[in-house]
């Protein structure tokens, strides 16, 4: 089977055909280095790095190239550094918060599970390349300047809006920008500003005097280019970034370059929710890997990062999710079946199921592929009673191994990790799945009951009713299924 992505592009399901099967290539935005990263951050993080797995199974470790960037100069990482530390030079505080946060990062996205990128560009280490392209841009008639600015000129890119499928015409009827005197059209967005006192500054551009600094959209731009070239394979990121940042970077690129594409491929993950609703300080739902790493925030007890993994991949990648303790829950109960159905395996044959891989291709189907998990933990259960080494056990362990859940050692590892004793939090779910399915069957809505029964069922639960023979009432118990 070929590998099909869903390009958000062109809006179809494609073929992928790579540029040179000797150097696939595939840029994912990385993060602003200002804060812990937080949960929805983690989705991107880790449905591409399955992409980036599979990419090095299918043309081999050497010919995939894989950059995400580190985005270290923006005004959010300026506040942060003067409030944190107010006593010290401006570049200097700067320096501290990223150092300090893309540690942060690194260490919580390895306990996900995630590989290194190929390529880990910093922004601050390309501004020659930013240079470069405001002034090829400005050159060529798709960039002016104003007040010591540099803004891309929309009206002079006739497709622009292309992949956020929405004209200029109606994008400008409800837009929210920053309306400055200077600009030619309310969509004209910055490549280069000026730099205030004390913040980090660089030769301008386009015999601009001032020291300044470059816009969001010019860095990414500038880091694909030098790493992946021009035109490059696949660009991937959060849904959230179609409109205005990918499409921004697709304007400047294609503009500079004279490229009827940047990347053939644009990939996006779906939103993330929690608990049914937004991600917001405000709301207090706003979590962090760190806080589920590490404290009782979310629930009542930390997590460790494969089930955090798990959860992610239990919703097919372009679909919404939403962040619940049932979710991680279930995953943390799909985790232990398999690491049991593991335990007296000896894999030594790399085997990874072709359905595993047959899924994967398939634009990612990572649901399919759990499927499938759980079909080889149920063949190897039935087949290794005798504590013999079962096909479907060592397939199981390299499928596991294969989709970032380490090696056979760190499944072991894992199982001592995850309690088998129910903890509060599953006792909750449980107690009030059973009271709501009592009422339910009470009101003879026996299709919610039934619905209820089911949910349970697929996060391991199974429910036994029993008559009490002292009353006559239908008594209902639980045990997970193993």
């Known amino acids: 089977m070929a590998l099909t992505l869903y390009n958000t592009l062109t809006r179809r399901k494609e073929t992928f055909r790579p540029i040179d ?24 993080v880790i449905v591409f790095d399955v992409l980036f797995r599979l990419l090095r199974h299918i043309y081999g470790e050497k010919h995939v190239t894989y950059a995400r960037n580190i985005t270290d100069v923006e005004d959010k990482i300026n506040a942060r550094a003067a409030e944190e530390y107010p006593g010290l030079p401006l570049n200097d505080a700067i320096h501290l918060v990223t150092s300090k946060t893309e540690k942060q990062f690194h260490a919580d996205i390895a306990a996900l599970g995630v590989l290194p990128p190929t390529v880990e560009p910093r922004a601050t280490e390309h501004i020659p390349g930013m240079v470069r ?21 929309v009206s002079s890119m006739p497709d622009y809006g292309r992949l956020a499928n929405r ?54 731009s500038a880091m694909a280019e030098q790493h992946l ?35 053939n491929y644009w990939m996006h993950n779906g939103f993330l929710q929690v608990e049914g609703e937004k991600m917001s300080k405000s709301l207090g739902n706003f979590v962090t890997i760190r806080e589920l790493l590490e404290t009782t925030k979310f629930g009542d007890r930390s ?63 990572t649901p399919e592929v759990i499927a499938e998990l759980h079909r080889l933990a149920r063949l190897a259960k039935s087949t290794n009673q005798d504590d013999e080494p079962s096909s479907a056990a060592n397939q199981l362990v390299w499928a596991l191994n294969f989709l970032g859940f380490g090696s056979h050692k760190d499944l072991l590892r894992i199982n001592e990790e995850l309690d088998h004793a129910i903890d509060a939090a599953l006792k909750t779910v449980i107690e009030k799945g059973i009271t709501d399915r009592n009422a339910a069957r009470k009101a003879k809505d026996f299709k919610e009951a039934d619905r209820i029964r089911d949910e349970l069922s697929a996060m391991g639960i199974q429910l036994k009713d029993a008559k009490d023979p002292a009353t006559g009432e239908i008594v209902t118990t639980w045990e997970v299924k193993r």
């Open 21 to 44: 099967p000797g150097n696939v290539r595939m840029y994912v935005c990385g993060p602003t280095v200002y804060d812990y990263a937080h949960i929805g951050n983690a989705r991107p």
């Open 133 to 153: 392209l405001c002034e090829t841009l400005v050159a060529n008639g798709h960039a002016y300047v104003a007040e010591d600015h540099v803004l891309f000129d």
């Open 167 to 220: 004209s200029l015409v109606d994008m400008e009827a409800g837009a929210r920008v920053d309306v400055a005197p200077y600009k030619k059209g309310p969509m004209d967005f910055v490549l280069w500003k000026p730099s205030k006192p004390g913040e980090p500054g660089w030769p301008s551009p386009a015999g601009i005097a001032a020291l300044g600094r470059p816009g969001w959209h010019i860095e990414c």
């Open 229 to 263: 070239g021009q035109v490059f394979d696949i660009h991937g990121g959060g849904i959230d970034l179609v409109f205005p940042h990918h499409e921004n970077e697709i304007a400047q690129s294609r503009c500079a370059h004279g490229t009827p594409v940047m990347a």
């Open 303 to 365: 997590w460790p990062g494969e089930v955090l993994r798990l959860a992610m991949l239990m919703t097919h990648y372009r679909q919404p999710i939403d962040w619940t303790s049932k979710t991680l829950l279930e995953a943390r109960l799909n985790l232990l079946r398999w690491v049991e159905a593991v335990r007296g395996s000896d894999p030594r044959d790399e085997t990874v199921s072709p359905t595993v891989i047959r899924a994967l291709e398939n634009d990612l189907n």
